[in-house]
Nanobody
Framework: QVQLVESGGGLVQPGGSLRLSCSAS????????MGWYRQTPGKQRELVAV???????NYANSVRDRFTISRDNAMNTVYLQMNSLKPEDTAVYSC???????????WGQGTQVTVSS
């Protein structure tokens, strides 16, 4: 099993920045992809950004030019730098870890990001 713990959410004004962090523990040698999803009430969870173990990235079109995902494999940590935040970025952001070959999917408990003036 893989356990994920997020930090870094909060309240920020439009145009501001936040950095989310997620640390993995447990069977970390089995992890391929790590990344972030987000969800708002009444909507399905959506991909924000994900990075594979070899560094391939995938971003949602809505965040591609504003958010940057990075990963420290030595520290088993993934980060999401969010710049130029908009009110529509308000959501619960959850860390994700996926195993090689899709053998497992793990989620963190989530951290609230609120973009409001």
């Amino acid at each position: 099993q893989v356990q994920l713990v997020e930090s870094g959410g909060g309240l920020v004004q439009p145009g501001g920045s936040l950095r989310l962090s997620c640390s993995a523990s447990g069977s970390i040698f089995r992890i391929d992809a790590m990344g972030w999803y987000r969800q708002t009430p009444g909507k399905q969870r959506e991909l924000v950004a994900v990075m594979s173990a070899r560094g391939d990235t995938n971003y949602a079109n809505s965040v591609r030019d504003r958010f940057t995902i990075s990963r420290d494999n030595a520290m088993n940590t993934v980060y999401l730098q969010m710049n130029s935040l908009k009110p529509e970025d308000t959501a619960v952001y959850s860390c994700y870890a996926g195993g090689f070959g899709g053998v497992f999917h793990s989620w963190g408990q989530g951290t609230q990001v609120t973009v409001s003036s």
